[in-house]
T-cell receptor
């Protein structure tokens, strides 16, 4: 069965550094999402992306965050200047339809020191 | 404000029991997602529904849009069902709001 993949599985970075988290959605999917989960807390929606532009974004998704689909397969989340509070598990998801079931990647654990 | 409440927060069941997890939300929604998060952290989508009822194997999800309530049922529960079950309504702005989850443990 096709699956969403994410790299790296774990990223450690210093405060103030830029990080790029990568996702490869399922190939025929058109809708892409990023979520995060701070350790011990609930999952939070960050952003959705369709037709090469952001569809919706949450209050968390401020100017420090950006998303891009640089080619036909990758979907990236960039954090420009990481803060300690950005430490979390970041999940990418994709769906074929707007109202369709989402398929989640295994997550990237980001640790900011 | 988008509020999502799940009950119970924690649930322990004997293998074979019928399980119900409830989700209530505060604002109008276009759809609702039920997710399963495994102990290792991985997330699996179980259902996306906007009305009525859906069934997949031993899992059944129902939603009542007027009452702002959804339920997830597991029939003939099994230890492998042990996980955190998360309700995530999507508001009319197409943003998902997540509940804190129900931690289910099924004992053999």
């Amino acid at each position: 069965e096709p699956e969403v993949t994410q790299t790296p599985s774990h990223q450690v970075t210093q405060m103030g550094q830029e990080v790029i988290l990568r996702c490869v959605p399922i190939s025929n999917h058109l809708y892409f999402y990023w979520y995060r989960q701070i350790l011990g807390q609930k999952v939070e929606f960050l952003v959705s992306f369709y037709n090469n532009e952001i569809s919706e974004k949450s209050e968390i998704f401020d100017d420090q965050f950006s998303v891009e689909r640089p080619d036909g397969s990758n979907f990236t989340l960039k954090i420009r200047s990481t803060k300690l509070e950005d430490s979390a598990m970041y999940f990418c998801a994709s769906s074929e339809l707007r109202e369709g079931k989402q398929y989640f990647g295994p997550g990237t654990r980001l640790t900011v020191t | 404000k988008n509020e999502v409440e799940q009950s119970p927060q924690n649930l322990t069941a004997q293998e074979g029991e019928f399980i119900t997890i409830n989700c209530s939300y505060s604002v109008g929604i276009s759809a609702l997602h039920w997710l399963q998060q495994h102990p290792g952290g991985g997330i699996v989508s179980l259902f996306m529904l906007s009305s009525g009822k859906k069934k997949h194997g031993r899992l059944i999800a129902t939603i009542n849009i007027q009452e702002k309530h959804s339920s997830l049922h597991i029939t003939a529960s099994h230890p492998r069902d042990s996980a955190v079950y998360i309700c995530a309504p999507r508001n009319t702005g197409n943003q998902f709001y997540f509940g804190t989850g129900t931690s289910l443990t099924v004992i053999p």
